[in-house]
């Protein structure tokens, strides 16, 4: 990297390098060099074949490419996408574009943003896939309008967007976290927050992102809001947090039946989750025909204006 410059890690195998203004000229033939060192190098373990070590960038400028850090990090992560698209092992700069209206500008960054908790954590990809599923499911249950189930879908791919920023041996620790490792864990519904915060018409989506962990009885985080002064996008969302947690296997627990999952989530109305939610999506998932299952394959992996669980609503 050149001098000045500041990198880490950013994902599993992703790495993110931040340089000044004036050293940007020095930028992309530092990251040309380091792609051709790696070019060099392979892996092998035990009796395999040797497997090269392939590299891809992509780079974006401010304010040129953007002029909030959400907007930096969602174009730089479709040009990466881009690079590794034509075939990998290439790097790509994004170019400056015409304004674009805000709708469109901040569907492209919540569909950069549902790929970054990909990148950081696939349980935690698979587990927002679910909480989707569920609110919306809850949502059409309830008999709320169509662009109310757009946003809170919505909030459901990105209700935990903020753990992109936890460290990852806390976010995969396998067995209990400390007093401690919690209170940092707790942070990631004020980051997620800040981090779509500037994004325009998100009102409703930030407010599930910051408020999903809150409980009924008042006992929750960040804000102990209680009752209604929790949003109901929010609320919504809790109950499909809860039962998507229940009902996925994890290191130091094996998934719940869906029987077992819906008794307990009966047990925690009137505490941690509001009752009437809790009675409406117990129904429809005993009773309704579509009702989302878990382990079935998730009919929306991305953000679409038009789209909702798979079906056309406009």
Same mark, same amino acid.
């Given at each position: 990297?050149?001098?000045?410059?500041?990198?880490?890690? !950013?994902?599993?195998?992703?790495?993110?390098?931040?340089?000044?203004?004036?050293?940007?000229?020095?930028? @992309?033939?530092?990251?040309?060099?380091?792609?051709?060192?790696?070019?060099?190098?392979?892996?092998?373990?035990?009796?395999? @074949?040797?497997?090269?070590?392939?590299?891809?960038?992509?780079?974006?400028?401010?304010?040129?490419?953007?002029?909030?850090?959400?907007?930096?990090?969602?174009?730089?992560?479709?040009?990466?996408?881009?690079?590794?698209? %034509?075939?990998?092992?290439?790097?790509?700069?994004?170019?400056?574009?015409?304004?674009?209206?805000?709708?469109?500008?901040?569907?492209?960054?919540?569909?950069?943003?549902?790929?970054?908790?990909?990148?950081?954590?696939? !349980?935690?990809?698979?587990?927002?896939?679910?909480?989707?599923? !569920?609110?919306?499911?809850?949502?059409?249950?309830?008999?709320?309008?169509?662009?109310?189930?757009?946003?809170?879908?919505?909030?459901?791919?990105?209700?935990?967007?903020?753990?992109?920023?936890?460290?990852?041996?806390?976010?995969?620790?396998?067995?209990?976290?400390?007093?401690?490792?919690?209170?940092?864990?707790?942070?990631?519904?004020?980051?997620?927050?800040?981090?779509?915060?500037?994004?325009?018409?998100? &009102?409703?989506?930030?407010?599930?992102?910051?408020?999903?962990?809150?409980?009924?009885?008042?006992?929750?985080?960040?804000?102990?809001?209680?009752?209604?002064?929790?949003?109901?996008?929010?609320?919504?969302?809790?109950?499909?947090?809860?039962? %998507?947690?229940?009902?996925?296997?994890?290191? !130091?627990?094996?998934?719940? %039946?869906? &029987?077992?999952?819906?008794?307990?989530?009966? &047990?925690?109305?009137?505490?941690?989750?509001?009752?009437?939610?809790?009675?409406?999506?117990?129904?429809?998932?005993?009773?309704? %025909?579509?009702?989302?299952?878990?382990?079935?394959?998730?009919?929306?992996?991305?953000?679409?204006?038009?789209?909702?669980?798979?079906?056309?609503?406009?």
């Amino acid at each position: 990297m050149p001098p000045g410059a500041t990198w880490g890690r !950013y994902g599993p195998d992703e790495f993110l390098a931040m340089t000044a203004a004036g050293d940007a000229a020095a930028l @992309e033939p530092a990251i040309e060099q380091l792609r051709a060192t790696l070019a060099h190098m392979a892996l092998q373990f035990e009796g395999s @074949e040797r497997l090269p070590v392939t590299f891809s960038a992509g780079i974006c400028r401010y304010p040129v490419n953007g002029e909030s850090v959400t907007t930096l990090l969602s174009t730089t992560a479709l040009t990466l996408d881009e690079a590794k698209a %034509s075939g990998g092992d290439a790097i790509r700069a994004a170019e400056a574009s015409p304004p674009v209206p805000g709708s469109v500008k901040t569907l492209g960054i919540l569909e950069s943003l549902v790929r970054a908790v990909d990148t950081k954590d696939r !349980y935690t990809r698979r587990h927002s896939e679910d909480v989707a599923r !569920y609110a919306d499911f809850l949502a059409r249950e309830l008999g709320l309008d169509p662009d109310t189930r757009r946003a809170i879908h919505t909030a459901g791919l990105l209700h935990d967007v903020g753990k992109i920023a936890i460290p990852d041996g806390i976010l995969r620790k396998p067995g209990r976290l400390t007093d401690d490792e919690f209170a940092i864990v707790k942070q990631h519904v004020a980051l997620g927050d800040a981090i779509v915060r500037d994004l325009p018409d998100i &009102d409703l989506i930030r407010a599930g992102i910051r408020h999903h962990h809150e409980r009924w009885d008042g006992r929750g985080y960040l804000d102990e809001l209680a009752a209604e002064q929790i949003p109901l996008v929010a609320r919504i969302l809790a109950v499909g947090d809860a039962f %998507s947690a229940m009902t996925t296997t994890r290191p !130091y627990r094996k998934a719940f %039946s869906v &029987d077992e999952a819906l008794k307990r989530l009966e &047990d925690a109305a009137g505490s941690q989750l509001e009752a009437r939610l809790v009675e409406v999506f117990v129904r429809g998932i005993r009773s309704a %025909s579509d009702a989302p299952l878990p382990g079935q394959p998730a009919l929306v992996s991305t953000v679409h204006p038009l789209i909702v669980a798979g079906r056309q609503v406009a």
